[in-house]
Every structure is written in structure tokens, then in C-alpha cells.
């Protein structure tokens, strides 16, 4: 039997001297034996190769600077990459157009700023049949990394089940809907997915790959551990392991999994990095000026091969890069993370103020009126909202429910909870937005746990390209024509205790039938429009007209037909049909005062 040591004790207990001081001293001091420290030139060879599945994400810091570096190394050869990540946008369609890209699969592919939309590289790779797109929606494909990080053969989810988005997906092998072996209704099955090569970008790493990820953390860091081959991790900066212990409970991707750590100072530019959390570094704004002129380029096949070149093949490196952009316009990203910052920007905003609302404008301020009377008749706690008029009108709702001292929280599929948007930037991923949540954590929370789960109080506002007579939602596709994708509608519209639609009132807007059903209709209250409220009737299921926008001094009947007439379907009317209060300048102007550019409304 081997004997316990003892120790000298005193009132405090065991006095611990001499070489076991030591030992433990060294132990922690200790470095890796072999550090994983790469430059990313370096990284991107070594780990990338020929018809790989090549993830990018993990958090809403986005691995840019490994997007372009990879674009840079793989020019001018036809390596056939399957990219993986929730959100395609512009900064992948450089991919794309230098095609490099075989296969996408994501959650929505298009444009999210200045305002959601299709994007022209993504649309004409899909009509040529150049790249094929895998659509899945926002919380499917995540269950989909977590499935394969776990090492389950399958996943049940709510989502997807009775619409062409899901039937898409059975059809190509890649879903399977069942009986629910307990009784319940159908369900989903999803199944594992496992990239090839995953990049990460962090706030912090050591030289073991130990890396502290920011939050919010959208799809979180469950594709490095589904990986089966190569994890690299880029980082702000590389720091001692004594650091990373400062920040343990954030490392989210930890070194035995990570294959080499680069340095790459704003590696998620132009997009932002939420960097409070860690006074090393600091964080970073969008920037917004390099993203709307990528969404220019992205318009015309010449301009964006000379954007590429200018970018990205003419420099060297990210250092290069960095370089380009320069420490003024750098520093200004910084400076911009301030809550207070959107003070200095009201300047030169006034020029939209004296005009007429838009149809944009007048669907915002309705819906909010419509959502906050159905917060307040349900009891309801919480609002999600998609991305375009629909985050105006629930950020309207919100600010009306709060002056009331009514306890309302607004959610971000990429897990913002409780935020407070702030004027001047209607963006709903905005940095701002970010700093003012009292809670931040990921997809699976927001759209699995408090839209979907099963205490949800919460109601889904979404727009849509099309709504019908069933409220079936597509914002997917349009006789053939690729649009935006799912992203987290599909599961929104699937799980959420009620779903408010609001769109343009025009028959193209409001067809009998949808082209493609994106999104499922059965908790759909009301449609929404800049003319008119749409109500589900709770005795047979059916959408009546139950309210129409004063305007133009019209009477209530002229109103009704111009309403009818403009619809896709027969539209039932209610025999007691509102007259909604006409909208007034302080409405107009809270509109304004959070898309005083017009992106959204516009």
C-alpha cells in the first residue's frame, strides 16, 4: 500500500514547501512543446486541398482574412471547394467569381447589407449551373455540426417539415421526416456534417491553438469538432497561455482540436469583431463603406475581377491588405464600437425628414402596431425578427411595450437576447445591437430554447418575397430565380408561439400560391402590408381583411376595393373592418430616427 504523504500543518491548514512547490510551478509555466504559430500563406496550403469542404465561421467575427488568403493561393486553379457556413455574403462571392467554388451549403446566400437581397454572383452561378446550393435553414444546419461534432448518427428538429425547402432536402437524400416513435406529430431527422477543413477567427490564442472566441457566438464553434482533417485558427492576437486562463470560459475551439493558429490583426474585416470582452485587443465596427462597394462590384463581372485583383492578388499578404486600408480608416472601426458613438453621425440626416413615407416605412410602423397589440392580447415576452422592414417593426413594438412598462426582450438568431437597438444603423447584427444585450449565446438558444422550445412566449416577425392565402412564406425563389434563402426564418415560422408577416400589399407580394414554400404558414396571425392588416381567422384557418390604412382622405369602401383588388387571391373581407388611425409624423419619424438612410424602407 502506497503511504499518503504528510505535510506541516498550522491553523490554515497543510504548509506545502520544497520540490513539490517547484513541480507544481513548472508545471504550470510550461509550454507546448511544439507551438502551431503558422503564417496563414502557410496554413491555407498545408491544410486545403482539391474538393474539400471548407467551413468558415464560428462566431459572429467571421474568418475573412482565411476567405481571402485561400482565394489568393487557389487563384487560377479549379480545386472544386465545397464552402460551408450560415450565411454566404459578399465577401464569399470572391470565391464564387474567381471559381473556386463547386457546391455552397448554407442558410442564406444574398446580400444582408444595406438591405437583404439577392446577390448577382451567387443568382448567375446558380442559373449557369456553375455551383450547386445546398439550402438549409439557419438552426437545421447548425443541429447538422452538432450532430457531427457529437458523433450521433442523426438529429430531430421541429424545422423544415412541410415545406419545399424540406421536401428539397428529402428528395436529395439529406432529410428524412417520421413518425414520432412517442405519438407526436412528424418530425425532421437531420444528418451529421463534417468539413474537411474548418477556420475559425478569435479574439485570442495561445501557440497551442487555445482560442477565446467572442460572443455572440451565431452557429458556435461545433464545426471544429466535426472537422476531419484541419482546424485553423486565426486570431487578433497570440498570447501566452497565463492570458487565455484569464479568459478560460470563452475558449470555445481548445487547442487539442486546432491544427495551426495564425496571427491576423481585424481578420474578420469588413466585418466587425464585438471585442469588450477582452481589453488586449478591442473590438471593431463593420465597415460599412468597403461592404456596400463589394455589393456594387458584385453587379458587374468586370468590376468585381478588378475589385479581386485590387484586393486581394495584388497584395501579398493580410499585412498587405491591412496596409491598403490603412491606420486612419482602422482606427476609426475602433472608435466606432462606441455606444455613443451614433451621436457623431447625426449630421447631414435631416434631408429625408420632410418627406412622404414610403410604402417601406408604412409597413414598419403597421406592423409594430399590429405586433404590439398582439404582445400585449397573448402575453407574449419576446420578439424575433428577420432581417429588412421586419426589425423595424419590432423594434417599434419594442419601444411602444417598453414606455408602457410592459417586460419585452428582443432576440438575434445569432444569440443577442434582451438588446436595446440604438438610432442611425437599422442593421440588425449592428455592433451596437451587440453591446446593448444583457444576454449573448448562440443559434441553438435563440432559435432552439426561446423561439422553439418549450416555454417559448415568443412571436416571429419575418418579411417575405412572398406571402399566400395560407401564409406560406418564400423568400427563396421566384419562377426559378434564386433569392436570399431560409436563413432562421424557416424555424422561426415552424416553432414560435405566433408569426407576424409583413410585406408590400401588391398581387406579385401576395399570390394565391407561393413559388416556393421557404417557411411553413400554420402559426402565421396576420399579414402585414403599407395598406392593410390580414388576420387569420381563429373558426376555420381562413386570412380575412379586418383593417385598412386612412390615407388620402379616402373612404372606408374605396379602401376595402383598392385592398381587395391588389391581393393575389379572393380576399374575404370581415364584416367590422378597422379603419386604421392615418400615421402620424412622431411614428414617421422613430421610422427614420433608426433607417434614416432609407436601406431598409426604401
Known amino acids: 500500500m502506497t503511504a499518503r504523504p504528510s505535510f506541516p500543518l498550522t491553523a490554515d491548514g497543510p504548509v506545502l514547501r520544497g520540490p513539490l512547490v517547484y513541480e507544481w510551478d513548472a508545471r504550470l509555466e510550461a509550454v507546448p512543446e511544439q507551438s502551431k504559430v503558422e503564417g496563414l500563406a502557410q496554413a491555407v496550403r498545408s491544410a486545403v486541398q482539391p474538393g474539400d469542404a471548407v467551413y468558415l465561421g464560428g462566431s459572429l467575427a467571421r474568418p475573412n482574412a482565411a476567405t481571402f488568403e485561400l482565394t489568393r493561393q487557389m487563384h487560377g ?11 454566404i455574403g459578399n465577401q464569399h462571392a470572391v470565391l464564387v ?3 473556386l467554388v463547386a457546391k455552397v451549403i448554407t442558410s442564406l446566400h444574398g446580400n444582408t447589407f444595406p438591405a437583404p437581397g439577392p446577390n448577382p454572383v451567387f443568382t448567375q452561378a446558380d442559373q449557369t449551373g456553375a455551383v450547386a446550393f445546398e439550402d438549409w435553414s439557419m438552426l437545421t444546419l447548425v443541429q447538422r455540426l452538432y450532430a457531427a461534432a457529437t458523433g450521433v448518427p442523426f438529429l430531430p428538429t421541429r424545422s423544415l417539415v412541410g415545406t419545399d425547402l424540406g421536401d428539397q432536402l428529402t428528395e436529395a437524400g439529406l432529410l428524412r421526416v417520421v413518425d414520432d416513435p412517442y405519438g407526436g406529430e412528424e418530425t425532421a431527422l437531420v444528418p451529421p456534417l463534417h468539413p474537411d477543413v474548418t477556420f475559425v477567427h478569435a ?4 501557440t497551442a491553438g487555445n482560442a477565446v472566441i467572442c460572443p455572440p457566438y451565431y452557429e458556435d464553434a461545433w464545426a471544429a469538432f466535426a472537422t476531419r482533417r484541419a482546424v485553423i485558427v486565426t486570431a487578433e492576437k497570440i498570447v501566452s497561455t497565463d492570458v487565455i486562463r484569464r479568459y478560460a470560459q470563452f475558449v470555445k475551439v481548445p487547442g487539442a482540436v ?18 469588450e470582452l477582452v481589453p488586449e485587443t478591442g473590438g471593431y465596427h463593420d465597415d ?12 458587374d463581372p468586370e468590376a468585381l475581377t478588378a475589385w479581386i485583383k485590387r484586393w486581394i492578388l495584388d497584395l501579398p499578404d493580410h499585412d498587405a491588405y491591412l496596409g491598403q486600408l490603412g491606420p486612419d480608416r482602422l482606427q476609426r472601426l475602433r472608435g466606432s464600437t462606441a455606444a455613443d458613438s451614433w451621436q457623431t453621425e447625426l449630421h447631414g440626416l435631416e ?12 409597413t414598419a410602423i403597421l406592423g409594430g402596431r399590429y405586433v404590439h397589440r398582439l404582445v400585449t392580447q397573448e402575453n407574449l415576452r419576446l420578439a424575433l425578427a428577420g432581417v429588412g422592414v421586419s426589425t423595424l417593426a419590432a423594434w417599434l413594438a419594442a419601444d411602444a411595450l417598453r414606455a408602457e412598462g410592459v417586460e419585452f426582450d428582443l432576440l438575434a438568431e445569432g444569440g443577442m437576447y434582451g438588446y436595446t437597438p440604438l438610432p442611425l444603423d437599422p442593421y440588425l447584427f449592428n455592433y451596437r445591437n451587440v453591446s446593448t444585450s ?18 417559448s412566449r415568443a412571436v416571429g416577425v419575418l418579411g417575405a418575397a412572398q406571402v399566400d392565402r395560407h401564409g406560406s412564406i418564400n423568400t427563396s425563389r421566384i419562377r426559378g430565380r434564386m433569392l436570399t434563402g431560409s436563413g432562421g426564418g424557416n424555424d422561426i415560422a415552424s416553432s414560435a408561439r405566433a408569426v407576424v408577416v409583413t410585406t408590400t400589399h401588391d398581387r406579385a407580394r401576395l399570390p394565391e400560391t407561393v413559388d416556393f414554400v421557404t417557411s411553413p404558414g400554420h402559426g402565421v396571425r396576420a399579414i402585414v402590408t403599407d ?14 381583411l379586418t383593417g385598412v390604412l386612412d390615407r388620402d382622405s379616402l373612404p372606408k369602401d374605396d379602401l376595402v376595393r383598392e385592398a381587395v383588388d391588389r391581393c393575389g387571391w379572393t380576399l374575404p373581407v370581415a364584416r367590422d373592418v378597422s379603419v386604421l388611425a392615418a400615421v402620424d409624423g412622431r411614428e414617421v419619424a422613430a421610422v427614420r430616427t433608426y433607417d434614416p438612410a432609407g436601406n431598409f424602407v426604401r
Open 77 to 87: 486553379t479549379d480545386p472544386r471547394l465545397t464552402i460551408i457556413a450560415p450565411a
Open 258 to 275: 486546432v491544427t495551426a493558429v495564425c496571427e491576423a490583426p481585424f481578420g474578420s474585416h469588413p466585418h466587425q469583431l464585438p471585442g
Open 203 to 206: 479574439l485570442l490564442a495561445d
Open 438 to 455: 444583457t444576454s449573448l449565446s448562440n443559434v441553438q438558444t435563440i432559435l432552439g430554447v426561446l423561439v422553439g422550445g418549450f416555454n
Open 288 to 299: 460599412y463603406e468597403f461592404l456596400d462597394e463589394l455589393r456594387v462590384v458584385c453587379r
Open 531 to 544: 395598406r392593410a392588416v390580414i388576420e387569420r381567422q381563429e373558426s376555420d384557418g381562413q386570412f380575412v
Open 97 to 99: 467569381a474567381a471559381g
Open 351 to 362: 434631408e429625408r425628414w420632410s418627406d412622404s413615407p414610403t410604402s417601406g416605412e408604412l
